[in-house]
């Protein structure tokens, strides 16, 4: 009998666990914006910066740099739109070159896309909302 | 207990046959492009020759505007593959592959890349060192060369591989994003597409084979 109580008591301790370890740390918007952000990443962003944002050597800078993001992160919408010209400098390193801009997308898919990165790359829990991209690209430089 | 001679023999025999088995299923590449035959006569007989499709003579000049030519890889088992250093679309994942690549045999002799720009506008000899340099090259082993247009885009047709000044593409030029296998005698022995990871795992696998031949 008390051999079923600890082993009982044992097995929904183990399962809490598991249901909070599930549990996502972000909302279900900024999930589904982060879902829809990856395949728009796939097509314009993943070719130079990386299935993982790793970047590539010198080249191109990677999109993992946690402060850059954070600092940056008003200014994020204007760089996917319209590109930028360095030097910048990125995890300690100055990347020097052009990126191109996407004067193609429109503010939901960038949206969509800078979730992806900052969620995924980057450690914020945030949805990047259309109106953080309408503020940011109405104050580009 | 007595083992008779039958015993040893069907032994022998299955073990015969096992080595024999494993002997002629190690895989060798095939030899791609056309191909012609070539009669000629040796002590009376008529002998018929393969001319296999091989990589013509070339001369480029290097990142360090030094010139290359088909010499650089003589006795060397080389990738090839076309490209520019602005190039927004598949480049930067083909590079991204090939350096894997290039990683993994780096400063052994038997292998070396040779990447062609077919930006011949833009891309000089400083353009591609810079490119080279931040892309992480660092040896000679992997040349990116530049040349006029009629020899890259002549090259690149031997290669079997596709580049066309195309306004409308990304960048300005439309290519195909292959690697190309070439072994010591100049012949293609593969073709794989750089952007494709299942292909570029097959890359390795075939450097492999083609380098226990030689």
């Given at each position: 009998?008390?051999?079923t ?11 809490g ?56 992160r008003?200014?994020l919408?204007?760089?996917v ?61 | 207990?007595k083992?008779n001679?039958?015993?040893y ?65 003589d ?12 190039c927004p ?15 993994k ?10 990447s ?29 060369v ?69």
């Open positions: 009998m008390r051999n109580i600890f082993s009982l008591a044992g097995i929904s301790i183990f399962l666990m598991l249901i909070f370890s599930c549990q996502p740390n972000v909302s279900i918007e900024t999930a589904q914006y982060a879902v829809n952000g990856q395949k728009l990443y796939t097509t314009h962003c993943q070719s130079c910066h990386g299935s993982k944002g790793e970047g590539l050597g010198m080249l191109y800078p990677p999109l993992t740099d946690t402060t850059y993001l954070q600092q940056n008003e200014k919408a204007c760089i739109k319209n590109g930028m010209t360095g030097p910048v400098e990125i995890g300690g390193k100055t990347f020097e070159g052009d990126m191109p801009g996407n004067p193609q997308l429109t503010n939901v898919d960038i949206a969509y896309i800078l979730t992806y990165i900052t969620t995924t790359f980057g450690n914020s829990t945030e949805t990047y909302t259309q109106e953080d991209v309408k503020s940011s690209l109405e104050n580009c430089l | 207990m083992l001679l039958k015993t023999l069907s032994a022998f025999a299955l073990s015969a046959t096992f080595f024999a088995c494993s002997g002629t299923s190690e895989k060798k590449l095939p030899i791609i492009g056309e191909r012609e035959t070539e009669e000629r006569i040796v002590d009376g007989k008529t002998m018929v020759d393969t001319i296999y499709h091989q990589i013509p003579a070339f001369t480029f000049i290097n990142q360090d505007s030094v010139e290359i030519t088909d010499k650089n890889f006795n060397k088992v080389y990738v090839a593959n076309f490209f520019f250093t602005h679309s598949i480049c930067p994942t083909m590079q991204r592959n090939l350096l894997k690549v290039y990683e045999y780096k400063g052994d002799e038997r292998v070396a890349f040779l062609h720009s077919i930006d011949f506008k833009y891309d000089s000899p400083s353009v591609l060192k810079s490119y080279a340099q931040k892309l992480g090259v660092t040896n000679e082993q992997w040349q990116f530049t040349g006029n247009k009629k020899d890259i885009y002549g090259i690149a047709d031997k290669y079997l591989v596709y580049t066309k000044e195309d306004e409308n593409a990304p960048g300005g030029y439309d290519h195909q994003s292959y690697l190309v296998l070439v072994d010591p005698q100049k012949r293609i022995r593969g073709a794989y597409d750089g952007t494709n990871d299942e292909q570029v795992a097959q890359l390795f696998d075939d450097l492999t084979i083609l380098l226990k031949e030689q």
